[in-house]
């Protein structure tokens, strides 16, 4: 008997669909369907290819209302931030048409890169349509079929993507989305003719799906969680850099991997920086993420909210002080029981666990290379912010700090197309995303010898 799931408006409850989750049966068949297509696929020429996703861009593009209105009913999300999502889709489906993977001439060898076959995406709620399509469509550029898994909240946002994809002209078989919770995850990350499996979610879940596939060697992408702190040196701009903290402490509500969790500042200017943290965060106003002044949206669900505020009572018992909050007052027609008001904490210990909540902890260092000890002391290296006025400690900040990313002068979870995305320690397992960096999970390497007279 199948199980059924569901995705729901967080700021309103609503149901917004509703559909049967995929039973392991139905996954190796979806599997087998994208192994015998990913031959024909894999010996499309990458113009073609390329040309599907160029189809891709149009339809994305043409359908941006809808989908962004979808994804801001499904996840909760400011609409802003929903059409900034469905944007950077289409732009990232152009940059990958025009960047297939390259082959290299080595010393006389040709070394070409060659698909896998079938690479499974499995990806989460927060950023339902780009955190997918950095994996689909680098995967799809390849050579690769895929099956994808997006997370049960958020169904309706990826069949409207597999939708455009059979617009555009994919053939069959080359892109299934298989609806489903964990049940579905497991017979997917198992299946043995699944070569590759792109992952983004909890370091719990990751290491689980890294358990599920290592047995065969199928190549693992691992993008997973942190506790992302942005250091505040005594020369930084203050004003600027409570700016930047606080967006990034707060944007899409705190749920997504890269925001800032914690501050790690310089006890001379500890201070003024609070109180211009506190000044930004008491200014938020919570409600309909579809109102333009509102500037911090629902979390995903009631349950989120509740774990959020039990994070910050376990915080306070433990001796920390609630510095300042948003505003909890609502407009009317809203659950209030999803909203959680974003809340700045200071006087605590190490704050060393990833909430997918607006909190932000500010710890206090004595000095610069206190910062990069407390930085460093958590089991995460995702992303990283340092503000400062002077070079020598940012160039500094690049040695010493173990993270994948590392931000100066400007917002840890700005991140870029080309560049390579990923973290460290619990964070990731050297397989980033981004740019052309992504076809090392999503291909393997042939070397050729010798030519033909």
């Known amino acids: 008997m199948s199980s059924s799931i569901r995705s729901e ?229 203050l004003d600027a850099a409570a700016d930047a903290i606080v967006a990034c402490a707060t944007a899409l509500s705190g749920q997504k991997c890269t925001a800032a969790r914690r501050v790690l500042v310089e006890q001379a200017v500890e201070a003024p920086l609070v109180e211009r943290l506190a000044e930004r965060i008491a200014a938020l106003r919570l409600g309909d993420p579809t109102d333009p002044s509102t500037t911090l949206a629902p979390l995903v669900s009631p349950s989120a909210a509740r774990a959020a505020e039990a994070a910050t009572e376990a915080a306070v018992a433990a001796g920390a002080h609630v510095a300042a909050r948003a505003s909890s007052t609502l407009p009317d027609g809203l659950r209030a029981d999803a909203f959680f008001p974003a809340t700045l904490l200071t006087g605590g210990g190490p704050w060393r666990e990833e909430v997918f909540a607006p909190i932000l902890a500010v710890e206090v260092v004595a000095d610069r290379e206190a910062a990069w000890q407390a930085a460093n002391d958590v089991p995460y290296g995702l992303s990283a912010a340092v503000y400062t006025r002077t070079q020598a400690f940012a160039d500094e900040a690049g040695e010493r700090l173990e993270t994948g990313v590392v931000a100066v002068n400007r917002r840890g979870d700005a991140v870029e197309l080309e560049p390579p995305f990923g973290g460290v320690k619990g964070s990731g397992n050297g397989f980033p995303e981004g740019g052309a960096y992504v076809y090392s999970a999503l291909t393997s390497l042939q070397a050729v010898y010798g030519a033909v007279d």
């Open 9 to 237: 408006n967080p700021a309103t409850g609503a149901t917004v669909f509703e559909t049967d989750a995929t039973s392991p049966a139905q996954v190796d068949a979806a599997v087998r369907r994208a192994l015998e297509a990913s031959h024909g696929w894999a010996a499309t020429p990458s113009e073609e290819r390329g040309a599907v996703l160029r189809r891709f861009a149009d339809i994305v593009e043409r359908d941006a209302d809808a989908l962004a209105e979808l994804i801001v009913d499904e996840v909760g999300k400011l609409r802003r931030d929903a059409d900034g999502e469905v944007e950077w889709t289409a732009l990232s489906a152009r940059w990958y048409a025009d960047h297939p993977p390259q082959d290299e001439v080595v010393a006389g060898a040709r070394v070409r890169r060659r698909p896998l076959g079938v690479v499974a995406a499995v990806t989460p709620w927060n950023v339902p349509l780009i955190t997918p399509a950095w994996k689909w469509l680098p995967a799809l550029m390849a050579g690769n079929a895929v099956v994808w898994k997006p997370s049960e909240l958020a169904t309706a946002t990826a069949l409207a993507a597999q939708e455009a994809f059979r617009e555009a002209g994919l053939p069959d078989g080359v892109l299934t989305v298989v609806p489903g919770g964990p049940d579905t995850s497991v017979a997917l990350c198992g299946h043995p003719d699944v070569a590759g499996v792109h992952f983004t979610g909890s370091t719990a879940a990751g290491r689980a799906v890294a358990a599920l596939a290592s047995p065969r060697f199928a190549r693992v992408a691992l993008e997973m969680g942190g506790v992302n702190p942005a250091i505040v040196l005594a020369d930084a701009d």
